[in-house]
Nanobody, 125 residues
Framework: QVQLVESGGGLVQAGGSLRLSCATS????????MGWFRQAPGKEREFVAAINWTGGRPNYAEHVKGRFTISRDNAKNTVNLQMNSLTPDDTAVYYCAARNPFTTATMTSGDYSYWGQGTQVTVSS
């Protein structure tokens, strides 16, 4: 069983930055595709970014390209999301998610088997 714990959320002014981290348990992190999703009040959960275990270019939602950066540290079993130039539209609960090992990172939430509890990000105008 994989456990995911997000941290780093909070309140920030528009134009500011936050760095989210997701700590994972288990011994298969180095072969596990990871993703970040978010859900704003009254809206469906949406894809933000994903990173494969094989390296290569991460995937980003169009509305965060150039502002957000996903990275992973296999030695520390963590995946991070650096968020810059935040806007009020980025306000949401952000979730870390993991697929099963040896699969491919996707933009579809249903493909991910493990989820964290979420961390709130609030961007004020």
């Amino acid at each position: 069983q994989v456990q995911l714990v997000e941290s780093g959320g909070g309140l920030v002014q528009a134009g500011g930055s936050l760095r989210l981290s997701c700590a994972t348990s288990g011994r298969t992190f180095s072969t596990t595709p990871m993703g970040w999703f978010r859900q704003a009040p009254g809206k469906e959960r949406e894809f933000v970014a994903a990173i494969n275990w094989t390296g290569g270019r991460p995937n980003y939602a169009e509305h965060v390209k150039g502002r957000f950066t996903i990275s992973r540290d296999n030695a520390k079993n963590t995946v991070n999301l650096q968020m810059n130039s935040l806007t009020p539209d980025d306000t949401a609960v952000y979730y870390c998610a993991a697929r099963n090992p040896f699969t491919t990172a996707t933009m579809t939430s249903g493909d991910y088997s493990y989820w964290g509890q979420g961390t709130q990000v609030t961007v004020s105008s």
